[in-house]
Nanobody, 120 residues
Framework: QVQLVESGGGLVQAGGSLRLSCVAS????????MGWYRQAPGKQRQLVAT???????NYEDSVKGRFTISRDNAKNTVYLQMNSLKPEDTAVYYC??????????????WGQGTQVTVSS
């Protein structure tokens, strides 16, 4: 199955920026939509942003205007540029991707997560 490896998390002060990356490997045939989700302690995993292969994007309301999702299809990589970070953005961020076999079967997989901590 597709392997997703995130990087770029860390500790940053409020108002700062981070850029997350997620590289997909072991691709069966093609990658479809990719996205970022996050899970704070004691809370459910929630959508942050998604992007289709064609570049259409969708954002959770609280990150609109601060976060930007993008992808490089040639590199099978999705990015999340996070600006104006707030303490409430603190969470483990997970990469997610849809991918397809040559016969058109759709699969979905998650990365292992990367910690983002925003100090006040």
């Amino acid at each position: 199955q597709v392997q997703l490896v995130e990087s770029g998390g860390g500790l940053v002060q409020a108002g700062g920026s981070l850029r997350l990356s997620c590289v997909a490997s072991r691709i069966i045939f093609s990658i479809g939509s990719m996205g970022w989700y996050r899970q704070a302690p004691g809370k459910q995993r929630q959508l942050v942003a998604t992007i289709t292969r064609g570049g259409s994007t969708n954002y959770e309301d609280s990150v609109k205007g601060r976060f930007t999702i993008s992808r490089d299809n040639a590199k099978n990589t999705v990015y999340l540029q996070m600006n104006s970070l707030k303490p409430e953005d603190t969470a483990v961020y997970y990469c997610n991707a849809d991918y397809f076999s040559a016969t058109g079967t759709r699969y979905n997989n998650w990365g292992q997560g990367t910690q983002v901590t925003v100090s006040s």
